[in-house]
């Protein structure tokens, strides 16, 4: 199931953000993280994978559109749930209200050489969706390398 953030608590959403602290630092905590979500929610471009049992949030996303381009700003899958779907759920909820296409979906993520990029299988995730590697990106704030992934998106068809 999901839910716009803006219907969820924030304390839910950082409590999954906070199973990622090995990958990206302790953002969790870090004030400039906090508005961050905080202005996602306010424009309704985050959203919350909730678990069935209803035993709090899952997932995380949060999107941003300035089409043609599209961004993922950051994704997260709550670490005993990675590799069971739930963050192509969220793909997916993202590309259904957010992307009107033509244009391309843009995300940044974890280099060939990141530890992240193995532990999170963030990197064969993208691939699986489609998404191909592109240039390298600026290092990210625990000072691990980054590499920005594109998807192509066709004329939405109604």
């Known amino acids: ?20 602290v090995l990958c990206f630092g302790r953002m969790v905590v870090a004030p400039g993280f906090h508005r961050a979500v905080e202005a996602h929610i306010r424009e309704g471009a985050a959203l919350v994978a909730e678990s069935a049992d209803a035993s709090g949030p899952v997932g995380g ?10 961004h993922v700003h950051w994704l997260v899958t709550a670490e005993h ?12 909820e993202a590309m259904r209200r957010y992307v009107t296409g033509p244009g391309t979906v843009e995300v940044v993520t974890f280099g060939p050489d990141h530890p992240g990029a193995v532990e999170s299988g963030a990197r064969v995730f993208y691939e699986r969706l489609g998404f191909r590697p592109g240039d390298p990106a600026d290092p990210g704030p625990e000072g691990g390398s980054r590499q920005l ?10």
């Not at 199931?1 to 990622?20: E, H, I, K, N, T």
């Not at 996303?61 to 599209?70: I, V």
């Not at 992934?149 to 109604?158: N, S």
């Open 149 to 158: 992934y594109r998807l192509d998106v066709p004329v939405r068809q109604m």
């Open 81 to 92: 749930l990675r590799g069971a779907g739930v963050g192509r759920l969220l793909m997916a």
């Open 1 to 20: 199931m999901f839910l716009s953030a803006r219907d969820a608590p924030l304390d839910g959403f950082l409590c999954v953000a906070s199973q990622v």
């Open 61 to 70: 996303l949060l999107f941003g559109a300035e089409p043609p381009t599209y």
